[in-house]
């Protein structure tokens, strides 16, 4: 049978749209040097950082939500294993398997996380990772607090909710962040960060018509993050959110 020029025509848009769902329903690959169930170091945009993808990544054609995890300014430099120290890469390593993608990458000397630098591996890492863009969230302890509230406010569009512990954000801009949600963690003894500056930041997303809650732990010191990031509610709040 001879194929006419018009029949081609006619057939091609709908051979495009089913080879493009047969992709979208197949399982993602691996890109090289990270493997499922692992937690590994990888680079991209200049950045170094850990990667966690779920066990189940390779079996599922849906995307995956993603959670950054910004380290304290104790955990800088050039050495990638000390940002397993605290909080969600610590967690990992020893066997708790979280169940979406986890991001903890290492600022070098500079002496805060940039904006701009977080935003730009985000993008990156969409690009890559078989990454749900509406459920990307963050989460970070002392200079990674300040780190996610500041990336929140530069950034509204990027994270669908932060839950910073012993970091504030500057109270006068948090209203371009009142689409994303908070979930903020203090001690009330932080001798390092003082706890009323956080106070205010939470006060003044909620004036702005953002939500927002600060859970504050009587007789805790800046340590903070020991039992925030225990919590067994924290991760299941992030990965509740999606992008408004």
């Not at 091609?12 to 090289?32: E, F, H, I, K, R």
């Not at 040097?33 to 599922?60: D, I």
């Not at 963050?138 to 929140?152: D, E, I, K, P, R």
Request: net charge neutral; glycine share 8%.
């Amino acid at each position: 049978m001879t194929i006419t020029r018009r029949q081609l025509l006619l057939t091609t848009p709908a051979l495009s749209s089913a080879l493009l769902s047969a992709c979208a329903s197949m399982p993602p690959t691996v890109p090289d040097g990270l493997a499922a169930g692992e937690q590994r170091g990888w680079q991209l945009e200049g950045e170094r950082f850990w990667v966690w993808l779920p066990r189940e990544y390779t079996q599922r054609s849906e995307r995956w939500p993603l959670v950054f995890f910004l380290h304290g300014s104790g955990e800088r430099g050039t050495d990638l294993q000390k940002v397993k120290v605290h909080g969600p890469p610590m967690w990992v390593d020893r066997g708790v398997a979280y169940p979406a993608i986890l991001i903890s990458p290492q600022c070098d000397d500079r002496a805060r996380w940039e904006p701009d630098r977080l935003h730009k591996l985000l993008v990156a890492l969409q690009a890559r990772l078989h990454v749900d863009a509406e459920r990307c969230t963050g989460t970070g302890l002392s200079m990674g607090g300040f780190g996610v509230w500041n990336w929140a406010t530069a950034y509204p569009r990027d994270l669908a909710a932060i839950a910073p512990v012993c970091g504030y954000g500057d109270a006068t801009k948090v209203a371009a962040m009142r689409n994303v949600p908070v979930r903020a963690y203090h001690g009330d003894q932080d001798a390092a960060v003082p706890l009323a500056p956080h106070v205010a930041c939470v006060e003044a997303l909620r004036a702005a018509g953002g939500t927002a809650s600060l859970k504050i732990y009587p007789g805790v010191g800046h340590d903070s993050w020991a039992p925030a990031y225990q919590d067994p509610d924290l991760l299941a709040w992030l990965l509740s959110h999606k992008r408004t």
